[in-house]
């Protein structure tokens, strides 16, 4: 009974499973190797096979399916494994995530197990993952023998290709392999004679190899893998990344140009701080970690600290294993944590740089170990808000790959490295810092002064207007016919006189500034006529007076014609931060292309605006200041400027009051200025005392062969609550009815100081160590002042184990995955395609024996990148065609995507190189090396890589050519689209370089010889004679288009010949 | 052209990947197929071959995203209640339980700041009246006067919710993921890679108006599927539309003569170079862009019947008219997707914490009629049936009131609307409590939206995924079955 139950219910499963597959797959009988073993391979082997054996299952073979009883030949229905994946209940169906196996595979394995469970013949378990290729010890493979070649990569892949049937490409011509060898190692096309260079090719190999521009080259592949991002966030907030992160920059650049091992960079990078705690230079290293700095979220911060980690230097995808263990790889959840745990106590800051305490102007962002004791937890299915507090999480590497890691040593630190105020060159800056700022207040409380005795004059005078004053050069009248150096400065780029104008011809967001040689009348008005002719986005003219000499400090009216909202905006800026205050602004017509006429007339504080004759605006600015300048620039726009008219403020204007503050009388507004000068003047010189007391209490404090000198801490104490007073009474009277936030920040700070009096009374306050260093904000809510000024004296070494365990000679992974890398970049095609995962996902590379042997070679050589490009550079593959012209027909069909390397692969060249070849071929390119990052834009010709690079500012042209994804740029991607055509044929920097090239080909050729000469510089080939014809047929029809004929125009067309030329394919191909 | 490169059958991924990186940025998968007909891409991924999975209602997509966070109470989900509550704290109302811990967990703060994103409790009372519309009769704020006309035309979706309660939000409504995920392909640049173009001569993609913060849209998809930004400017539409020098157009056609001339004769160079195809092809539709993209902006052959109808003839809505008048003809020239922004400034005009009254009606005053202008022109023309209108913002706005006169952020709940494209007119769809606090009926996250523009583009949203990005469920949406 039991029995013919079972057969009849195996049999309507059977067919019912039938009758599915007929409706769903014409195949006849299901064949579990076809059929089955895939759907199982794809979503159940992470947990059931060699990886994991959840429930002590592994469904990796037939044989141990049924072993296990899950399946139950010929009894489908009874079969655990239906039974769980057919389940309706979300809690007891397999596979737990994602869908449910789709039905017709549910009943092809139905049909499988109801047909007794056919076995297939010799089915191999699931590899142990441990011995997955990437993961097993690097050893160097014997070279084949069979072969006459002299440098090992040739005689790998000749082995290889003889095998296969197939004939190498004859070499490239010798200007090409020139052309491909200069971008590959400088990133910079040969100049013509360099073309002709015949010195044998190891000797120009070494020559660039030596070269610093070859530092800067594979400096920008190594930004790309390494996630190279200046700091970004909002107005002046960092957010992301780091300020002055360049100083890492150039880190990379010297090392790759000095040739410093890559074991010992990677060192460097995770663990500078520990490794040479005083030494700025190997500092700058750990710029790679400081880029991965989140204000916001810091699991988000150390998520990709982890990711990134793991996949630029070891290939390995520890991002997967954060919500679970890893599916294809043998790396747990826990060990995930484990990572994050040598991260944990780490923290970012920026560390002084002589003669600079400003942290806006440069400091030296690097890591450092804050907090020693930072408990790491495991976050169960990934979520923040669920830790597992049971579980107690080490730091560690994963084990799978940790026999070879050695034991963490905390490391002690000397004294300027968690004290950095203690350096003398630091305490010197302070010094001379505070020693500018009581003398600038004296300064300008003498103007002040001065500025009063003469209104008090003025008061006396009867004329209506004020008296020219000779020396001060006003009224000054200017129609702009041209530059009057008497008058003006002329700084920046973009402003010209033009047509009996002056003109800011291009639109951008750092145009040039026409400023004043002299100082402004304290009162004054402006009259200027102009046009603004264009512009993308804001069409602003700014109007600045009591501009410092570098423009950090003014006040400002601008118009914009900015088209949601045409405007005049009075704004002020200070320190480098400006503020547009909402009652400052008035709506105006929009005006692009007509000219306007603009009045601004400023008398104290208060300033009033018409336009074309008509009052638009009146608004009081919180200060002025005692002595200025006056500039004019257009900003986001083109413009026009027809003239302008300054003179001191006559007595007749009628002022309209302003509603952002109530009208305080000249007299009044003066004394409040000559107040706060004489505060901004205590203050200072409280800031300064406060310095000195506190440099004398550091230099006791620190030094442990002295006895304690309580009376020079209290001293330093004290110093410093007067500070903070001085400073708050400074700040409220500034403040005082104007900015609310700054008031109340004033008010906070004369709070806290109140509280350190009483502390000191009481004989519990305690001085704090000069602040030298700016660490970055834990969260938004943190503030700099409120941290220590003194970090942890150790570090805990965790990186340190780290970066020894990644560059250990037994890591199986950090040398292939560099390798890999880098010959990718020589050859444009990887020899393991997945480049950032290694993981079981990575197939075994066709030429496994040939990265095996560049990783042992690279090992052994000391990690030396310099001794790897030259043995790649130097193969006979390196110098092949990249073409198939004339390559047999076998080739092509045994080998169509060239994976075995008998020509040589043709690359697009990098958005960096694109830019950078322009220039320089048109003799335009700055090649000085290093330093700050610089905002784009056409007018500064420094090469690429020094650009400003986060995702708030991308170079246009850059962008249009695949820069570097700033998330994550392992590979880059190459696209062909339109709007690259336009940007070869169209921008200014394409068009102005043809006719420099030109030029330096020389105009004076024949035009047959100029049409090679052009040919040969920029492809790095000579045209065959059709080619000729082409270009020969283009200047005669662009003759017959020009009515005259004339040495000027047979000039203009050979710039065009060279500008097409600038648009080849093979211009922007490494061929 | 040749047909000697063969590509094994096993090398998918290889080519793939290689028409992925050779892909343009627009007309991207027109040379897709042109390789494929050309025997380049021969037998190559089935699931995108630049044309739709299955018929689609849909040809184009015009995509309307107000920056900010519009509120929803005082757009398309009026509440009287507020009103009614107005001065009470939500836990005085019959509804404090909005505020259970258990239904506010969804929200992943990112900015934490005291400014905001933070529960507002005091309720703040409706700041504008509202009537109904149309035969169906929804209401409409009387902000929205010319939209409220249109409403038989148009979908309310008024059960959004989201789970970024700062402007990153803005983000997650283009690409579905959180900013605290890894950053992920936008509907535009999902659209643009799953269909082929209907015009060689223009971008398949557009953006106008201010971008969000993220300036991405093709991200993992790659550049060749971000957006090209388009300038209502005829001396400048575009980023290098002409040349910056006095060449001639007719000195540049020479030019670019010679350019594909010469590049077709380095094919005797190098044969059988896919790269050498597919810039030639490049530079031909460069040119005819160069024309075709200032034709689009000029309006002279526009009646001023239809100037008036977008309100190009009025300051306050000139500057947004003009931006639809130009999406109308780009949709019409078969322009797959046109995303606008509205509403300028780091966080967007919309985010109104103070003077909500004066400045949501200011700003609805710059978009109503354009908006309603461009449905009645979709519509006169014919064209309404198969392009689909979208009306967006990243959230709503608290019930509570923040200061005097302002409301939060407020993601839990908040509304958006579709019309034309074969979505049905007349419906308002879903609902949120009687506060407007969350989405209560028929809840949809922004992926819906997504869902359903790709189901109405013929497009399935599942098959909207590349190897090495796995997305989840909650990526892909579901199809707004109710509304179509």
């Known amino acids: 009974m039991f029995a013919s139950q079972r057969v009849i219910r195996s049999s309507i499963g059977f067919s019912i499973a039938a009758g599915l597959l007929m409706l769903t797959a014409s195949a006849s009988a299901v064949d579990y190797l076809r059929d089955i073993k895939p759907v199982l391979k794809a979503r159940c082997y992470s947990c059931h096979g060699a990886l994991k054996q959840k429930a002590d299952l592994r469904v990796d073979t037939a044989l141990s399916m049924i072993a296990a009883k899950a399946v139950l030949p010929g009894d489908a229905a009874g079969s655990e494994l239906i039974k769980r994946i057919s389940n309706e209940d979300d809690d007891e169906r397999m596979p737990p995530e994602g869908h449910a196996l789709k039905e017709d595979q549910i009943a092809a394995i139905r049909s499988w197990i109801a047909s007794n469970a056919p076995l297939p013949k010799d089915e191999a378990a699931e590899d142990d993952p441990r011995s997955h290729w990437s993961f097993q010890a690097i050893q160097r493979p014997p070279l084949p023998a069979d072969s006459d070649q002299a440098n090992p990569v040739d005689r790998f892949l000749a082995a290889r290709q003889k095998e296969a049937g197939l004939i190498t490409q004859a070499p490239a011509l010798r200007t090409i392999q020139l052309r491909r060898l200069y971008i590959d190692l400088i990133g910079l096309p040969p100049t013509e004679k360099q073309l002709k260079d015949e010195r044998p090719w190891e000797t120009i190999v070494d020559e660039l190899l030596a070269s610093p521009h070859h530092g800067e080259r594979w400096g920008r592949h190594w930004m790309d893998i390494w996630r190279y991002s200046d700091w970004y966030g909002l107005g002046a907030q960092l957010r992301y990344s780091q300020k002055h992160l360049w100083h890492w920059r150039d880190w990379i650049v010297e090392s790759l140009n000095e040739d410093k091992g890559y074991d010992e960079m990677i060192i460097e990078m995770l663990a500078g701080d520990e490794i040479a705690p005083e030494d700025p230079e190997t500092l700058r290293a750990t710029g790679f970690l400081a880029r991965n700095y989140f204000l916001f979220n810091r699991t988000t911060w150390l998520d990709s600290t982890i990711e990134h980690t793991g996949k630029a230097f070891l290939g390995l995808t520890f991002n997967c294993a954060k919500c679970h263990d890893h599916k294809y790889d043998p790396i747990e959840a826990e060990d995930y944590y484990r990572f994050r745990a040598i991260f944990e106590p780490h923290q970012v800051r920026l560390d002084p740089v002589p003669g600079v305490t400003d942290f806006e102007k440069d400091g030296l962002p690097r890591v450092f170990d804050n907090h020693l004791d930072a408990e790491t937890f495991l976050h169960q299915r990934g979520d923040p808000k ?76 009867p004329a209506k207007k004020a008296p020219h004053d000779s020396e001060s050069n006003f009224p000054l009248e200017d129609d702009f016919t041209a530059f009057n150096p008497l008058l003006w400065t ?89 503020t547009y205050p909402a009652d400052g602004r008035a709506k105006k017509s929009e005006a692009t292309g007509k000219p306007q006429e603009l009045r601004i007339a400023v008398r104290d504080q208060l300033a009033n605006v018409w336009l074309n004759g008509e009052f638009v605006l009146a608004y009081t600015f919180p200060g002025r200041r005692a002595d200025g300048h006056f500039s004019l620039s257009a900003f986001d726009a083109t413009a026009e400027f027809h ?89 409220m009277a500034k403040h005082e009815g104007g900015d609310k936030k700054k008031l109340s920040a004033a008010t906070a700070l004369k709070k806290k100081a109140e509280g350190q009096r009483e502390a000191l009374q009481n004989g519990t306050a305690a001085y704090k160590s000069l602040r030298a260093s700016r660490k970055a904000l834990e969260t938004p809510a943190h503030k700099v002042e409120d941290y220590p000024s003194v970090y942890p004296e150790e570090s805990t070494g965790r990186r340190t184990m780290l970066a020894k365990w990644i560059t250990a000679p037994e890591n199986p992974l950090t040398a292939r995955v560099a390798v890999n890398h880098v010959w990718m970049r020589h050859f444009g095609e990887p020899l393991v395609e997945t480049v950032s995962d290694f993981g079981r996902q990575a197939k075994k590379p066709i030429h496994h024996d040939l990265l095996d042997f560049l990783a042992a070679e690279f090992i052994e050589s000391g990690w030396s990148f310099r001794h790897l490009h030259r043995l790649l ?196 191909t490494v061929r | 052209m040749s047909k000697h490169l063969h590509l094994p059958a096993s090398s998918f991924l290889h080519r793939r990947q290689f028409l992925h990186r050779a892909g343009l940025g627009f007309g991207g998968i027109a040379l897709q197929s042109l390789l494929q007909e050309d025997g380049f891409g021969a037998g190559a991924h089935s699931a995108f071959d630049g044309k739709p999975q299955f018929a689609p209602k849909a040809k184009n997509v015009i995509w309307l995203f107000m920056r900010g966070g519009v509120s929803h109470m005082e757009s398309f989900d009026p509440k009287p209640m507020l009103t009614q509550y107005a001065g009470k704290s939500i836990d005085e109302t019959p509804y404090a339980h909005v505020q259970d811990p258990d239904r506010l967990k969804n929200v992943r703060v990112v900015v934490v700041n005291d400014a905001n994103g933070k529960q507002r409790n005091v309720i703040y009372p409706l700041q504008v009246g509202y009537q109904k519309y149309g035969q169906s009769g929804t209401e409409v704020s009387d902000w929205f006067p ?138 031909e539709l460069a040119y005819r862009m160069q024309t075709a993209v200032p ?154 939206i997504h869902a359903t523009i790709l189901h109405q583009m013929g497009l399935h949203s599942h098959a909207m995924e590349v190897p090495g990005h796995k997305r989840l469920d909650m990526d892909f949406g579901s199809v707004i079955k109710e509304i179509i």
């Open chain 1, 386 to 461: 669920q830790p597992d507090k049971e579980l107690k999480i080490t730091p560690g590497v994963p084990r799978f790959l940790s026999q070879f890691a050695t034991k963490i040593e905390p490391v002690k630190l000397p004294l300027p490295a968690y004290a950095p105020g203690t350096q003398p060159f630091v305490q010197r800056d302070h010094l001379a810092a505070a020693d500018t700022l009581v003398e600038k207040a004296r300064e300008n409380l003498e103007k002040v002064k001065v500025e009063m005795a003469k209104n008090a004059t003025l008061e006396k005078s």
């Open chain 1, 490 to 578: 002329l700084q920046g780029n973009g402003l010209a006189y033009k047509n009996g104008h002056l003109e800011q011809i291009n639109p951008s967001r750092e145009p040039g500034q026409l400023v004043s040689k002299h100082p402004l009348p304290r009162d004054f008005e402006v009259t200027c006529r102009y046009t603004t002719t264009g512009g993308p986005t804001y069409r602003s003219i700014s109007f600045r007076f009591d501009r410092d000499e570098a423009g950090k400090n003014a006040n400002f009216i601008y118009t914009s014609e900015h088209a949601p909202g045409p405007k005049v905006q009075a704004a002020y800026t200070e320190n480098g931060k400006t």
């Open chain 1, 643 to 731: 003239s302008i008219r300054i003179e001191a403020l006559g007595r007749d204007v009628q002022f309209t009051k302003s509603k952002n503050t109530s009208e305080s009388d000249s007299e009044e507004s003066l004394d409040k200025t000559l107040r706060l000068a004489e505060l901004e003047l205590e203050s200072a010189i409280a800031g300064q005392e406060s310095v000195k007391a506190t440099i004398a209490a550091d230099t006791a404090h620190y030094d442990k062969t002295k006895a304690p000198a309580p009376a020079l801490e209290k001293a330093a104490t004290e110093g410093q609550i007067k500070e903070m007073e001085a400073r708050a009474a400074f700040e």
């Open chain 1, 873 to 1068: 550079v130097t193969s006979q593959t390196y110098q092949l065609s990249s073409s198939n012209r004339g390559a047999s027909g076998e080739n092509l069909q045994l080998d169509p995507t060239n994976s075995l390397y008998w020509k040589m692969n043709p690359m697009r060249m990098e958005s960096q190189v694109v830019r950078d070849s322009l220039l320089h071929l048109a003799g335009d390119l700055d090649l000085t090396t290093g330093g700050p990052s610089l905002d784009s834009g056409n007018a500064k010709n420094r090469r690429s890589l020094y650009f400003t690079h986060s995702p708030d500012k991308l170079d246009q042209f850059l962008t249009t050519f695949d820069d570097a994804d700033l998330l994550q740029c392992y590979r880059r991607s190459t696209s062909i689209v339109p709007q690259q055509a336009l940007a070869l044929s169209n921008s200014a920097m394409s068009l102005q370089s043809a006719e420099k090239i030109a030029t330096k080909i020389g105009l004076e050729r024949a035009q047959k010889d100029f049409i090679t000469a052009a040919f040969d510089l920029i492809l790095g080939r000579s045209p065959d004679s059709s080619e000729v014809e082409a270009c020969e047929t283009f200047l005669s029809e662009l003759a017959t288009l020009s009515a005259e004929e004339s040495n000027s125009s047979a000039t203009r067309f050979r710039n065009q010949l060279v500008h097409a030329l600038l648009n080849h394919n093979d211009f922007v």
């Open chain 2, 146 to 283: 010319h939209i409220g006309s249109c409403v038989d035309d148009i979908s309310v979706i008024r059960s959004m919710w989201t789970t970024d309660d700062n402007h990153g939000a803005q983000v997650q409504f283009h690409s579905g993921k959180h900013r605290l995920d890894p950053p992920a392909p936008t509907i535009g640049a999902w659209v643009n890679y799953g269909l082929g173009s209907l015009n060689d001569n223009l971008p398949q993609f557009i953006s106008m108006g201010p971008r969000y913060f993220d300036k991405k849209d093709g991200h993992y998809l790659g550049p060749a599927y971000d957006a090209v930004k388009l300038k209502i400017d005829l001396k400048n539409p575009l980023d290098y539309a002409k040349p910056e020098s006095d060449l001639s157009g007719e000195e540049q056609g020479l030019g670019f003569g010679l350019v594909n001339r010469l590049n077709r004769l380095a094919k005797n160079h190098y044969p059988n170079d896919p790269s050498l195809e597919a810039r030639i092809k490049s530079y």
């Open chain 2, 295 to 448: 034709d689009v902006i000029n309006f002279d052959n526009e009646t001023e019947a239809t100037k008036k109808l977008y309100g190009l003839d009025q300051k306050e809505t000139k500057s947004f008219g003009e931006q639809l008048l130009a999406a109308r003809r780009l949709s019409e020239r078969g322009v797959r997707f046109i995303q606008i922004m509205h509403g300028d400034g780091a966080a967007g005009a919309w985010d109104q914490h103070s003077k909500l009254k004066e400045k949501h009606s200011e700003l609805a005053g710059q978009v109503d009629k354009p908006i309603a202008g461009l449905l009645k022109d979709l519509k006169q023309r014919g064209q309404l049936d198969e392009t689909l209108v979208v009306f967006a913002t990243e959230f709503g706005r608290t019930p509570g009131t923040q200061g005097s006169d302002g409301r939060d952020h407020h993601p839990y709940g908040f509304s958006v609307w579709m019309a034309g494209g074969g979505v049905k007119g007349g419906i308002a769809h879903g609902s949120t409590d009687e506060l407007g606090f969350h989405a209560v009926e028929n809840p949809h996250y922004v992926t819906d």
